[in-house]
Structure formats: C-alpha cells, structure tokens
C-alpha cells in the first residue's frame, strides 16, 4: 500500500497549480492570436486571414519591398501598426494596473490613482491647444505624466515618510487638480479647431496609429513592463503587510516609488499615443488574478497577454461596430463600469464576511 507523505502531497498539489497555469496561459495565447488575426482580417475592406498572415510574413522578410496592391497597403500601413500598438498598450495598462494593485494590497485601485493620466492628459490638451502636434505632443504628455507623479511624492512625503494612504489621496488631489486645469482649457480653447480634437483625444483611440508612433511608444511599454517582471518577487513581498514586508528586508518606501515610476513610464507612453484609456487597469488585472492567483510570477504575464488580447478586441470593436468610429474610453467604460460594481460588492462582502 502506497504511503503518500505530507511533503508528496504538496508536491502533487504544485504540480497540478503549474499545470493549470500552464494550460490557461495557453488559452490566452491562443486568444490573442484569434483577436490578432481577426483584427488585421475585419474592416470596410476585409482581407482573408490567410491571406493577412501572408503579408505579415511579407512584411516581416522584406520589409523594405514596395507594396503595390491595396491589401498590402492596408494590413501592413493601416492595420498591423495599430493591433501592435494596440496590443502593447492594453498588455502595459494590465501590467501597470497588477503591480499597482499588489503594492496597495487592494484590487480596486487601478494606474489613475496616481494622477499620471491627468497629468499627461493636461500636456496633451494644452499642445492641441497649441497647435503641437507629432512627437513634441508626444513629449508634452510625457513630460507632464512624470510631473503629476513628482507632485504625488512631494505632497504625499510628511515628516520624511511616505505612508500609502497619503500617496492615494495626494494622487486623488492632484488628479482632480489636473482635471479641472483640462477642464479650463476645453472652456477656452477654440469650439470649431482645437476643442473637438481635445475631446476626441481624450476618449482615447488608435485612429492615427503608424509605425513610427508605435515605435515612439514601445520603449516605455515594453522596458516598463520588463522590469516590472524582473520585481516580481519584490512585489510579492510588498502586497504582504508593512511589517512583514520589512522583516523580509525590503525597503517598502524606495521600492514602492520604484513601481511607481515604472508605472508613470508605461502609462506616460500609452497616453501619448492614444489619449486615456481607463478601466483595462482594474479589470484586466482581477480577471487574471481570477485565472492564475495572486503570486506576481504568474499574475505579471497573464495580465500582460489578457490585456493585449482585451484591448485588440475592444479596438477592433471601436472601428468596425458603426460606421463612425467609437472612442475606446466609452467602450473600456461600458464594459469596465459593470464589472467595477460586481468587484466593489465582492471585496466588501469578503471584508465584512457576510
């Protein structure tokens, strides 16, 4: 008669957790490969999917060819820059939004809580407003992400300490003050020019997605998101308690600010490309939490695959659902408000244990 050991038994146990993780990263993947195709396939002018990965691969051996006819022009200049863009702009919001949530010990809170998406909303509107456009746009809104999180450490720091209520409700002052600044400068910008582009731009959409805006946005999502991955045991260890964390040697003041500032990187990057884009943050994160569980080494790159996939689907819904394009931040609202309710009842009846 076998005799399984308590050692055997967990043994058992962990192979079966990895073999699950296993098997639903798989289904992600193949998720995102669906969206991906689909994407690059659906639109005014369809292209067959076989046909669409042709080209890709085309694009990939030759990238220097002329292209000629019409389909290539469209997958290759119209299409595939926006899936990708796409697709790392929902994989770093969902990697953000993860390590947010770990640091805070609470999966309510999503990137915006720091302020970082006024702020950069307030550069961009203000170089509409302007007349800037291209990469100086691009530049602004960087620049005036990363100030809005400067503002955050400086107000939120008391008596040489930084606790995370007070980084919450500094966050939450400065994003209101940022807001009501964008507010002020849709009242006094011109309603025929620059008003309508502030608004459409803030609703967030991949309508002027090309190669070079996409290649303009990769480093911040894709190095942002590396290292994120790379403090995964970090924030394993800050999502536990204060104490806790401490005894463990982490210094959770400096290593919180540097989550911080990763997060700025990515969400920065993704502003500047494609205006805000709320709620793939807070959803995507759970959902995978949901999936996989709450260790960061699992959590990272299953937010990151689910939230790539999410966004491609939810802009391919944008493009092809009306004949007018339909701004991402009303769509990511729709579907994100709901599922935000369903959360907020769950964690407060898990709180309160009724």
Sequence with gaps: MAVVTQDGAA????RSHIARQTAVFAALLALFAVAFVVSLCVGRFSVPAGRALELIWLGIINPARELASIDERIVLLVRAPRVVLAALAGAGLAVAGAALQGVFRNPLVSPDIL???????FGGALAIM?????????????????????LVGMLSRINGRTETVTVILSGLVISSMFSAVVSLLQFVADPNTSLPAIVYWLMGSFATAT?????????GLILGAVLLWMLRFRLN??????????????NTTRERWLVFGLIAVIVGSQVAVSGIIGWIGIVIPHAARLLVGHDHRALLPASVVLGAGFMVIIDTLARTATAAE????????LVGAPIFAVLLRNHYRERTGS
Excluded at 214 to 219: F, M
């Design 11 to 14: 043994l058992v146990v962990r």
């Design 115 to 121: 302020g970082i998406s006024q702020g950069a909303a």
């Design 130 to 150: 302007l007349g800037i456009w291209g990469f100086p746009l691009i530049a602004m809104v960087f620049v005036f992400g990363m100030a809005a999180l400067i």
């Design 211 to 219: 190669w070079e805006r996409t290649l303009i946005a990769a480093p």
């Design 237 to 250: 260890i800050l999502s536990l308690d204060e104490a806790e964390a401490q005894s463990l040697g982490a």
């Design 326 to 333: 339909i701004p991402l931040g009303v769509i990511t609202a």
